[in-house]
């Protein structure tokens, strides 16, 4: 699982009202190189809930993100930002491991880079 899906995924148990951002237990992180697009990675920021993903991203060992979100002209002069951010969305990948509801605790697991968001029958 990317991280870029990370950011987009919440815990939609009945009852939980923010269960987003879910919390990365990291068991198994690969790299994998993908073809840097700096037009998609700025078309994304937009998108990107930042805190979350420098938390993703520092709980699979990736800590090259800045702690706060950098402004627009920062995407548009600095091709280093850009790379460290596609490393981070695109090429990290959470293989096995954990996405956890930060409400309930509930443990979604990750087997071969695909999350099971599946709920339970008493959490429909």
Do not use: Q
Request: hydrophobic share 40%.
């Amino acid at each position: 699982m990317r991280l870029i899906t990370h950011n987009m995924l919440s815990c939609n148990i009945k009852g939980v009202t923010n269960g987003f951002p879910l919390r990365i237990e990291a068991g198994n992180v690969i790299e994998k190189e993908v073809d840097f697009n700096p037009d998609f990675i700025r078309h994304m920021f937009a998108k990107l809930e930042w805190k979350a993903l420098v938390e993703g991203a520092r709980s699979m060992g990736y800590a090259e993100l800045p702690e706060d979100s950098p402004d627009a002209a920062v995407l548009e002069s600095d091709e280093s930002f850009l790379k460290k951010l596609h490393h981070a969305l695109l090429e990290l990948h959470l293989e096995e491991g954990a996405l956890v509801c930060p409400k309930t605790g509930r443990k979604f697991p990750v087997n071969k880079g695909i999350p099971n968001m599946l709920l339970h029958e008493d959490e429909v």
